[in-house]
């Protein structure tokens, strides 16, 4: 305990500051991989490739573990698996063959006030009024986001794309999976909880991807298919498994605050990827982003007393 308050304490040098932006170029780009491997696959190929090519990079760190593990340690991973992974992969890749990469980008902000909500109704956690106050400015925010189209229109009622609730509702998949995380494993290794929660979940990917898709023979087949494979390769192995890894180091030689950072980095390099891929943006979009991010920032801005829950970026 004492080493690790030891590291939260640790000011950020040049390595730390490095490792943040690599983090929030990694994750940020996630969802332009997305919109890549969606111009081939479908959105349940793109979610099942995402967990199998994280999984297969995640199984040499797995299999020596799991022999360690009971049955109760076993189900509860399988359940973040599905939460913090499976789940999440299959709605944001629906979800962007509606939504802009941009768009869907920074909706997945909203994940750290979904860790905070979920805690507090669940979990028998406290929410403060600075926590209330950041939940209601974000989701004014996302209400603006998804009900404004063209430039100077806004209909809640009839412009509103439902598709955007399934980014909404991933990012409460990833709320819960967190607070699973730090209620049902206190011994475990952030890297152990990570590399076998993917690998439980691993099966269902391959066994979708042969059984019910032509996956194979279209990466056999089209030069396209491996282009788009190739995308979503990076998108599972550097954006799923190899940026946790990462994270949890951040965590580790920073602090959990420095690295909660990567959020409010993340819609930036989205935004960025989507308008320079020709994505169209208008002044209620930015507008929406701006309150999302504010609410975000407030609703876990640190208090000068008191400790503050480490909140992560899951993506």
């Given at each position: ?21 690599f ?19 479908s ?42 992974s ?18 869907t ?5 909203l ?20 926590n ?13 986001l998804i ?9 809640p009622i ?19 999976n ?43 087949s ?12 990076i ?33 930036v ?7 320079l ?21 407030i ?12 909140i992560t970026?899951?993506?």
């Open positions: 305990m004492k080493e690790q308050e030891n590291t939260v304490q640790k000011d950020p040098g040049l390595r730390e500051w490095l490792l943040l932006v983090l929030s170029l990694v994750w940020g780009s996630s969802f332009i991989l997305i919109k890549k491997g969606l111009v081939v696959f959105p349940g190929e793109v979610g099942a490739f995402r967990i199998v090519s994280a999984g297969l990079v995640l199984l040499p760190l797995a299999l020596p573990r799991l022999s360690k593990l009971n049955r109760k340690q076993l189900a509860n991973l399988f359940v973040v698996g599905l939460a913090g499976l789940i999440p992969a299959f709605l944001f890749a629906t979800a962007q063959t509606q939504l802009s990469s941009s768009i980008g920074v909706l997945n902000a994940t750290p006030l979904c860790v905070v909500l979920i805690g507090a109704l669940f979990f028998g956690a406290n929410i403060s009024k600075q209330g106050l950041g939940l209601i400015l974000a989701l004014l925010g996302v209400f603006i009900g404004s189209k063209a430039e100077g229109s806004f209909n009839k412009d509103i794309n439902a598709y955007a609730f399934l980014v909404v509702f991933a990012t409460i998949c990833y709320g819960f967190l607070n699973f995380i730090k209620h049902w494993f206190v011994k475990l290794k952030p890297l152990e909880i990570t590399a076998i929660s993917l690998v439980l979940v691993l099966p269902i990917g391959i066994i979708y991807l042969i059984g019910f898709t032509d996956f194979v023979d279209q990466v056999k089209s030069t396209d298919a491996k282009i788009a494979a190739g995308y979503l390769s998108l599972g192995v550097l954006g799923t498994a190899m940026a946790l890894i990462i994270f949890n180091k951040l965590v580790k030689l920073a602090s959990p605050v420095f690295a909660s950072m990567v959020t409010y980095l993340i819609p390099v989205a935004i960025f990827w989507g308008i891929d020709g994505e169209v943006l208008y002044t209620g979009h930015y507008i929406g982003m701006l309150i999302v991010i504010v609410g975000v920032w609703g876990n801005k640190k208090k000068k007393k008191g400790k503050k829950e480490p970026a899951a993506h």
